[in-house]
């Protein structure tokens, strides 16, 4: 993309997503990120309704009474965005492609994050680790997000989520908020790696599909390619068996993925290319948050 088209979508972006954080998700941001850490503030003699969890034995053996250690919630947030940048997300049949989509959602989680001063962190990733953006404050920060948002060009087309996820659990030492913004499709097994980083971090999936992936319309002989392998296959779409094997296929994918995000402990908003995402994430915000 030429710079000053690059530019110019930056700042479209930027108007329209800063916008929708500011104004929509202001109050439920916050409350919908669970898990916050927490420092110690000070010590006090213990009263009756304390958690002993919290006596602070040191302090209680010194002075021969009972202290409890006090705590406040951490001010920042650190936020993780993980990008799935595979071939699958340049799919997109009724308003907008998969990773247009993508582009505007994290690019509203990022400017939501920036304006309650949190750090904000990308990981880019199809079968491996495309791009590691370390967590960081700023317009500028953000701005470079954005930027990599909508120019970003992998090596590679394959998805591998498992090993995404081992990487987020590896670099980032500090709790976050992890966002896996993706359209799940991975025959690789997932679950273990998603359930590890949810353990250690507070994983959110936002699941991005295009309607026309969940079934095949009846036009008759179709060539279709494979967006990963890019491998090429005749497909005969008016053959009825055909169309319901596949309808199949998806309801069974659709099927394992939530059992997956259920069982790992995972929050998910399923988001479809044609709908309105701004909806889909205040729910989430607002489901979280109770």
Known sequence: METSELLKRVRQIEIKTRGLSRNIFAGEYHSAFKGRGMTFAEVREYQYGDDIRNIDWN???RYNNPYVKLFEEERE???MLMIDVSGSREFGTMSKLKKNQITEIAAVLA?????????IGVIFFSDTIEKFIPPKKGKTHILRIIRELIDFKPEHRSTDISNALRYLTNAIKKHCTTFVISDFIDDKDYENALTIANKKHDVVALKIYDQRETE????????????ETGEYSWVDTSNKKVREKYAGWWRKQEENTTEVFKRSGVDVANIRTDQDYVRSLI?????RGH
């Open 59 to 61: 302090v209680t053996a």
């Open 77 to 79: 947030l650190t936020v």
């Open 111 to 119: 400017f939501s994050a920036i304006q309650n001063n949190d750090k």
């Open 216 to 227: 095949l319309p009846s036009i008759g002989l179709v060539k279709i390619k494979d967006a």
């Open 283 to 287: 729910n989430l915000f607002q489901r």
